[in-house]
């Protein structure tokens, strides 16, 4: 993936649809559509617990990484604080949170995520990096969303079948993951903001060889096989939950978030893990 630091420029809206209504007895359901390089998602949605469904249309690898910005910040004001930290190399501007969102997903698949919004005004963002190392958001790769109404009391979230914790620099599952349909809830415990992307390795592939590829030493096709999702950046204390399913085989944990004190990916500090599904 080779994704970039904090980089945006470029702005996409991608085409209207209509506001889904909540479901009395579970999350509202709103589907964003990806393609190369823009976001079709509703301008509006309401407030309260909300599975996106991330449908990747394009050819390249997409997620769609929420963060709520502050009190009357628009996507320029977004845009022109992320730029300005890039040439000071300083931090993403305070009045942004990042709220989580579907991780990256392989092109003609399908990825979730669940989390509870609050009202105000959100970006969806691509930072994935084409292969020349263009991120998306310079390709115009964003998307503004209103995020209405007030979050009223919400039904228990459902029992996860696991619970995984990002902690700085690691992933710590509660139990083993196993085979099948399940649902991760993923807690970021670590005092920095963190992601979860899964992709699956192909036979004879180790995360020595995706960390190999990553850093430049390797040529040749990226050494993973498809591509899971999972959670996008998520504040220090925040949470979410995902939905894949798993097949028997060798995995790999990643975060590609920079690091506050020196910009590099947090899997290069280490929080990068190869697992075993049984």
Sequence with gaps: MRRCHLIAAGLAAGTACARPAPP????SV???TATDYAFNAPDTIPAGRTTFRLVNQGKELHHASLVWLGDGKTIADFV???QAAMKNH???????????GPNAVTPGDTASATQLLEPGSYVLV???????GTPHTMKGMMRAIVVIGAA????????????VTLNDYDFQFARPLTAGRRTIRVENAGPQAHEIVITALPPGKTLQDFVAWEKGGEKGPLPTGRW????????????????ATFQP???LLLCFWPDAKDGQPHLVHGMAKQITVT
Excluded: K, M
């Excluded at 009395?24 to 999350?27: C, N, R, S, V, Y």
């Excluded at 009223?152 to 619970?163: G, L, N």
């Design 30 to 32: 709103v589907t964003i």
């Design 152 to 163: 009223t009391a919400q039904p228990a979230e459902p029992a996860p079948d696991v619970v």
């Design 90 to 100: 300083g931090p993403p501007p305070a009045w942004a949170s990042f709220a989580g």
């Design 249 to 251: 085989g060798n995995y």
């Design 126 to 132: 691509c930072w994935i990096p084409t292969i020349d």
């Design 80 to 82: 022109a604080a992320l």
């Design 24 to 27: 009395a007895d579970g999350p």
């Design 228 to 243: 899971l999702g999972g959670v996008a950046t998520l504040d220090a204390g925040a949470h979410a939950q995902f939905t």
